[in-house]
């Protein structure tokens, strides 16, 4: 079986990266009229310009509102340029005796910290399987609101882990395709500048079951996924587990270059998997049972694309995502009139809100640039007792940037 078109799944710009790569070669040795290896070598050049205007954001790369601390005053101006979202990608087709494909891919990025290089893809794909790391089957992967920052919209899934997954269609009927995949456990862990629970982070033990289902017409496609977790944590120095579940609903609507987007997710125990909260370690929290609970969390995104004339185009993308403890036994609050202060038998709610406007323009076949205003919003709520005094705390900081950018593909 042939291997499906793969869009470069999402990160990439769908007008400047649709084009096939330059830089290609084939074996002479030919089966069925195919080459019985081909290859390519490409690259997707980025310059990623940002001036932060205020908010606090000024040491972080994408514009991700999870990362503005919301006790912090530090409202000072920034200006940055760098390369490093620039993608480096190798792929190749073997034609196997019988006329099947293995394709191959491996991709990487210079964005491991100070331009280190880091793995983005790498895996094989070959009658309906795909093995390797690629993006998590519980998002979307051929969504990416066409913006100039690279966190993304709240609520939105882009994580890439290693998996096993099998691909299929619904009996003969093409335009119905389902997937069912086991991806590595997320195990990655930080806490908030702000809180902090008393979890340590544990060995996991078992893989995320994901399954999901996707309809495609001329008109675009609508898709639905679930995902299932164990998730294992150390609370008081001990070790806990607790399962985690959501689900997601996704779709993209086109006509003509015109086109929207659109993302929801909801569940417990799934913040590792959604943009501007994963790696923060907000999986579960510690009940006043003495517990560990999953932490409920949902939200989504919406993105438009008009083009004004064949070459201009607009984005306007809007996102937001909630999640809460409720009845948390303890958490450490930062700076609260410069103190850290503990927090018992109370609620957390924390809400992030997201939009973007941008103008691009396709100068060239494989090159846009653009201008972009990012504005973000992230608000904490915290209802609980300090000091067997109740306390009640609400606070919230805007975030804007000003985005430009070149991207280049060959």
């Not at 979202?85 to 494909?101: A, W």
């Not at 689900?247 to 003509?256: D, E, Q, V, Y």
């Amino acid at each position: 079986m042939k291997h499906p078109i793969l869009f470069l799944l999402g990160l990439l710009f769908t007008g400047v990266y649709s084009q096939d790569r330059i830089l290609t070669f084939a074996s002479k040795d030919s089966l069925n009229g195919q080459a019985q290896f081909k290859g390519s070598f490409g690259a997707n050049i980025k310059l990623n310009g940002y001036y932060d205007v205020y908010g606090g954001l000024q040491d972080s790369e994408t514009f991700n509102v999870g990362a503005i601390n919301v006790f912090g005053t530090d409202d000072s101006d920034s200006f940055k340029v760098d390369m490093y979202q620039t993608q480096m990608k190798f792929e190749s087709t073997i034609v196997t005796k019988n006329g099947n494909d293995v394709y191959a891919v491996v991709e990487f990025d210079f964005w491991g910290g100070n331009g280190k290089m880091r793995l983005r893809k790498a895996y094989v794909e070959f009658n309906h399987w795909q093995i390797g790391q690629g993006w998590a089957s519980f998002g979307d992967e051929v969504l990416w609101p066409n913006i100039l920052e690279w966190e993304g919209p709240p609520s939105g899934v882009w994580v890439r882990s290693p998996h096993i997954k099998y691909f299929n269609t619904l009996g003969s009927n093409p335009n119905w395709r389902y997937i069912i995949a086991l991806d590595a456990p997320i195990t990655d862990y930080n806490r908030y500048d702000e809180i902090e629970p008393l979890i340590g982070d544990a060995y996991q033990t078992t893989p995320d079951l994901i399954l999901g289902i996707k309809h495609e017409k001329n008109w675009g496609h609508l898709r639905m996924a679930t995902i299932f977790r164990h998730i294992n944590y150390e609370y008081d120095s001990e070790k806990s587990s607790f399962f985690g579940y959501g689900l997601s609903f996704s779709g993209r609507l086109a006509k003509a270059q015109n086109n929207f987007q659109f993302q929801g997710t909801v569940g417990k125990g799934i913040t590792s998997y959604i943009t501007s909260i994963a790696g923060f370690g907000y999986d579960g929290f510690p009940t006043i049972n003495g517990e560990l609970d999953a932490t409920p969390s949902y939200g989504g995104w919406m993105a438009y694309e008009h083009f004004w004339t064949p070459k201009l185009h607009t984005n306007l993308v809007l996102g937001y995502t909630r999640f809460f403890t409720d009845d948390v036994s303890r958490v450490l609050v930062a700076q609260i009139e410069d103190v850290d202060t503990v927090v018992l038998n109370g609620n957390i709610n924390h809400v992030h809100t997201y939009g973007i406007v941008n103008i691009m323009y396709d100068h060239f076949t494989r090159m846009t640039y653009g201008l972009e205003l990012d504005f973000g919003t992230k608000k904490l709520d915290i209802d609980g007792t300090v000091n067997d005094n109740q306390l009640v705390l609400t606070k919230k900081r805007d975030a804007m940037r000003i985005s430009f950018g070149l991207m280049f593909y060959f």
